[in-house]
């Protein structure tokens, strides 16, 4: 990740709360900064982790393209597949 603000560091411990309530839109955010590597250290792990369960959730559609995209990057064939199965 990048150097952050304080103001950043209070917004990503408020969407992190949000997330662990069960908020599927800021489990999708937490996904994608991590997968993006924006104010959180880049982390396909976690970020599949975050997708997966703003998809369990409330069946988050933009959580189910990203976690498709992810997962299709993956060297493991098996990870690939899951991707596909998304689609």
Excluded: V
């Excluded at 560091?9 to 997330?19: K, N, P, S, V």
């Excluded at 839109?25 to 996904?31: H, L, N, Y």
């Excluded at 994608?32 to 975050?50: H, I, M, T, V």
């Amino acid at each position: 990740g990048e150097d952050i603000t304080k103001d950043e560091e209070r917004g990503l411990d408020l969407l992190f709360r949000a997330a662990r309530a069960g908020n599927a839109e800021a489990q999708f955010e937490i996904g994608w900064r991590l997968e993006k590597g924006q104010g959180l250290p880049q982390n396909d792990l976690l970020a599949e982790d975050f997708y997966r369960r703003s998809i369990e959730g409330k069946g988050s559609r933009s959580g189910t393209f990203n976690l498709s995209m992810l997962l299709l990057r993956q060297p493991s064939a098996d990870k690939r597949r899951q991707g596909e199965s998304l689609l």
